[in-house]
């Protein structure tokens, strides 16, 4: 699942809380912690786990369908993503040809 990072850090640090404390609280790693605030990406036991501790819904958490969260990541996204594409085509036309 795709979870609102900012939102969890935020949050945590409203709360006072470290990773660890979180991590503790949630029943999870603290590299658990870790990984779902810089990626965003987590479970659904672990965004679970985060919501209750939080005492939010889990649906407040997650990122909208078509909703960048992080508008600098885009031209390093694409930039990798039209590297691929084209590193795709480069093998398609050496078979080809």
Do not use: H
């Not at 503790?24 to 990984?35: A, K, M, N, Y």
């Not at 479970?43 to 786990?49: D, G, H, I, N, V």
């Not at 909703?67 to 990541?73: A, P």
């Not at 996204?77 to 691929?84: D, E, L, Q, S």
Request: negative net charge; charged residues 25%.
């Amino acid at each position: 699942m795709l979870l609102k990072k900012d939102v969890i850090k935020q949050t945590r640090l409203d709360k006072g809380w470290t990773q660890g404390q979180l991590a503790e609280l949630c029943d999870l790693s603290v590299r658990t912690i870790q990984r779902t605030e810089k990626s965003g990406v987590a479970s659904m036991e672990t965004s679970l786990a985060i919501a209750s501790v939080f005492e939010i819904n889990v649906d407040e958490l997650y990122v909208k369908e078509g909703i960048v969260e992080d508008v600098s990541e885009i031209p390093a996204k694409i930039t990798y993503i039209g590297f691929v594409v084209m590193f795709l085509i480069g093998l398609l036309i050496g078979k080809i040809w």
